[in-house]
């Protein structure tokens, strides 16, 4: 965990354990004082045409490019991301970015409406920018979840401060300077060195117009509820305990790597990720095997090295946490049929894992589990499944795993209570798809048209000549 004595905020290498480097903080009047110059910043960049602020965004996407060595290797000394996925978020936020270059204006665009009458009035749709958006993101994805939001909101003509997790203060930096190289005038983006205790001062500070937050619950209620309490709109990504249906006419092997790849993607520290295997018991038995095999494929290795499959966790604490709810899942009656044991070395390490026979009761079956641990749990048949994915108190992503795509699409689209539903693929966010969730996984949409009309004014504007004299008025 990140040391927050008076030198500053240090970091740690989650491999070794071993102390990174210290960034000092800022104080409440430092965060106020950048909250009133990106306002201000703000009143000049919405003037800006989209074309202009396409080129910007569009430099940042190259800048990433540039620089994706650099920012995975800087990934993966604060939070043990491996290097190649590293990369692979990098491009990722590229990719974003360019997207919304590309098509922000389009979204955006006025919308006439046809009122059907006679009386000649012209009426419209337009969109526009709300001010300053404060971001309280996390570390798992420490370059995407800021350039997830932070894309879209530059392109809609809105300024940003950044209150990044603890433990990514470089990745948060860095952010920062890539963006004011790219173009965006300084006062306009910031990353806050900020202890989450001023986070509430900021979020009620005057010049701050919404805020979004990726991460806990507990954290989500704590932002909505001050958020509510001035009347600020705020976007909340939480957690997820994403259930994959395993049906009885699927191809086990094939779906048991599915079931693998969501399980462990970013080393199971993932809101998306697969958690929960549900199972119609016809299958269960070969299943377990199958997942058995896939998972072994994920061994533990130096996350500075090309194809390593699993690094470190984030730290030592989060993987004490998870390695708790393995034993007291197995001591309420699931069965361990691979990893469930930390390794006697320095860093934050904890094998690809899975357990069956999990049931309601027991942390795997109940919780969201933030590691590389895999739940099997078994139903009776397709309503059975259906009813244990969906209670829940999440309700983030899902999946449906069917030889029969028209059964998965009917499953995927009508009785998962979830934001996404995949079929026979893996659960991700995309650019050009709306990303979010229901239930204790928060409300409100990003990517696509969706996410970037969170963060605007959807204006209604009428227009009509005035009526000559003598005639009458109509109000």
Known sequence: MADRQDRGIRTTNPATG??????????PGEAGAAAKAAHAAFREWRKTDFDHRASVVRKAAELLRRDADRFAALMTSEMGKTLDEGRAE????????????????????????????ESGAEAFVTFNPLGVVLAVMPWNFPFWQVIR?????????????LKHASNVPGCALAIEALFHEAGVPH?????????SSHIEALIRDEHIAAVTLTGSVPAGRSVASIAGSVLKKCVLELGGSDAYLVLEDADIPAAAKVAATARMVNGGQSCIAGKRFIVVEAVKTEFETALVEAMKAFTMG???????????????????????????????????????EKPARAGAWYPATVLTDVAEGQPAHDEEV???????????????????????????????LTGDLARGRRIAAEELEAGM????????????????????SGYGRECAAFGIREFVNIKTVQVKALVAAGGSRVE
């Not at 006062?187 to 202890?195: E, M, Y």
């Not at 969906?390 to 449906?400: D, I, K, Q, R, Y």
């Open 18 to 27: 071993e102390p990174g480097k210290s960034y000092p903080p800022c104080s």
């Open 90 to 117: 990098i491009e990722k936020c590229a990719f974003h970015c360019d997207w919304f270059a590309g098509n922000a204006a389009d979204y955006l665009a006025e919308q006439p409406v046809d009122l059907g009458d």
């Open 149 to 161: 939001f932070a894309a879209p909101a530059l392109m809609a003509g809105n300024g940003a401060l």
């Open 187 to 195: 006062d306009l983006f910031r990353s806050l060195i900020l202890s």
């Open 302 to 340: 130096d996350p500075t090295s090309e194809g390593t499959k699993l690094g470190p966790m984030q730290s030592v604490e989060a993987r004490d946490e998870i390695h708790e709810q393995v034993e007291k899942s197995i001591a309420g009656g699931a069965r361990l049929l691979l990893g469930g």
């Open 370 to 400: 933030f590691g590389p641990v895999a739940a099997i749990i078994a139903a009776r048949d397709e309503a059975h499944a259906i009813a244990i994915a969906n209670a829940s108190e999440f309700g983030l992503g899902s999946g449906v």
């Open 421 to 440: 539903s995949f079929v026979n693929e893996n659960v991700r966010s995309d650019p050009r798809l709306p990303f979010g969730g229901v239930k204790h």
